[in-house]
């Protein structure tokens, strides 16, 4: 089984910046796909943007441009720069990993809020 830990959320004010991070144990290596996916109130769970284990990556729309997803030469940790912030990017975010079985992992998620 693979276990996600988020961290880095917080509060930032529109146009700033923040920098999640999911972090991987267990079996990592049969990991071949992690994404990040945000929930705001009210609304269904989205993804944001996604990296796969060849380093292709995909972004949202909604994101593009502010958005970059990245991962540690490790390949455990995987990273979301988000930039530009605005209040509609204010949402709990998931990290997600897909393995090889197939097995789907979530995080518990992390607190983003963009707001003055």
């Known amino acids: 089984q693979v276990q996600l830990v988020e961290s880095g959320g917080g509060l930032v004010q529109p146009g700033g910046s923040l920098r999640l991070s999911c972090a991987a144990s267990?079996?990592?290596?049969?990991?071949?796909?992690m994404a990040w996916y945000r929930q705001a109130p009210g609304k269904e769970r989205e993804l944001v943007a996604s990296i796969r284990s060849t380093d292709s990556t995909d972004y949202a729309d909604s994101v593009k441009g502010r958005f970059t997803i990245s991962r540690a030469n490790a390949k455990d940790t995987i990273y979301l720069q988000m930039n530009s912030l605005k209040p509609e990017d204010t949402a709990v975010y998931y990290c997600n990993a897909v393995s090889y079985g197939p097995a789907i992992a979530w995080g518990q998620g992390t607190q983003v809020t963009v707001s003055s």
């Open positions: 267990g079996r990592t290596f049969s990991i071949y796909y």
